[in-house]
Nanobody, 126 residues
Framework: QVQLVESGGGSVQSGGSLRLSCAASGSTYSPYCMGWFRQAPGKEREGIALIDSDGITIYADSVKGRFTISRDNAKNALYLQMNSLKPEDTALYYC????????????????????WGQGTQVTVSS
């Protein structure tokens, strides 16, 4: 059974940092694109960071320079280091995997990602 489980969310003040983790099981994800998405109340789910099987990363403009995505293929794990957090970063954060395309990331379309975690809440106060 394929499963992605996020952890590391919480409440932090503006300017603070958090590190999210995503533990994957049931499949080997190293050959595939993985990413982090977030969804704030009343807003659509948005992709914020992707990493392909070679470790090449893509970031949304809203998090570029503040967030860093990484992966540990030996542990089948995905991470998101979030620095300089802002109140507008408050959202439910999801990790996801695209097992339909080998090796590369094809973009931030949520419909391209077939495997999702349950989400972890990040709240940033001003």
């Amino acid at each position: 059974q394929v499963q992605l489980v996020e952890s590391g969310g919480g409440s932090v003040q503006s300017g603070g940092s958090l590190r999210l983790s995503c533990a994957a099981s049931g499949s080997t994800y190293s050959p595939y694109c993985m990413g982090w998405f977030r969804q704030a109340p009343g807003k659509e789910r948005e992709g914020i960071a992707l990493i392909d099987s070679d470790g090449i990363t893509i970031y949304a403009d809203s998090v570029k320079g503040r967030f860093t995505i990484s992966r540990d293929n030996a542990k089948n794990a995905l991470y998101l280091q979030m620095n300089s957090l802002k109140p507008e970063d408050t959202a439910l954060y999801y990790c996801a995997a695209n097992r339909r395309v080998w090796r590369y990331c094809t973009g931030f379309r949520p419909t391209d990602f077939g495997d999702w975690g349950q989400g972890t809440q990040v709240t940033v106060s001003s």
